[in-house]
Nanobody, 115 residues
Framework: QVQLVESGGGLVQPGGSLRLSCAAS????????MGWYRQAPGKQRELVAA???????NYADSVKGRFTISRDNAKNTVYLQMNSLKPEDTAVYYC?????????WGQGTQVTVSS
């Protein structure tokens, strides 16, 4: 069992930056594939960025070059550094942990990009 708690969301102006954190409790964090998803009002949840247990990463085209996902296995934490934020990045951001058929989600953190 893995519990995920996101933090770091908030209100930011266009062009600004935020860093989201996802702290995981439970065992064996390092063997999970981790990801950040987001869901805007009226839209489906979408993958933003993912990082595998070996450190490989992939990003949605809409965030490439602006967002960076990283993990610190010693701290059981995954991060999402978001730069050059745009109003269309406004959404609830969710942390996800996957291992074969196991699939865990955090409660989400709101990110609002507005002037």
């Amino acid at each position: 069992q893995v519990q995920l708690v996101e933090s770091g969301g908030g209100l930011v102006q266009p062009g600004g930056s935020l860093r989201l954190s996802c702290a995981a409790s439970g065992s064996a964090f390092s063997i999970y594939d981790m990801g950040w998803y987001r869901q805007a009002p009226g839209k489906q949840r979408e993958l933003v960025a993912a990082i595998g247990r070996g450190g490989s990463t992939n990003y949605a085209d809409s965030v490439k070059g602006r967002f960076t996902i990283s993990r610190d296995n010693a701290k059981n934490t995954v991060y999402l550094q978001m730069n050059s934020l745009k109003p269309e990045d406004t959404a609830v951001y969710y942390c996800n942990a996957k291992l074969t058929i196991l699939d865990y989600w955090g409660q989400g953190t709101q990110v609002t990009v507005s002037s």
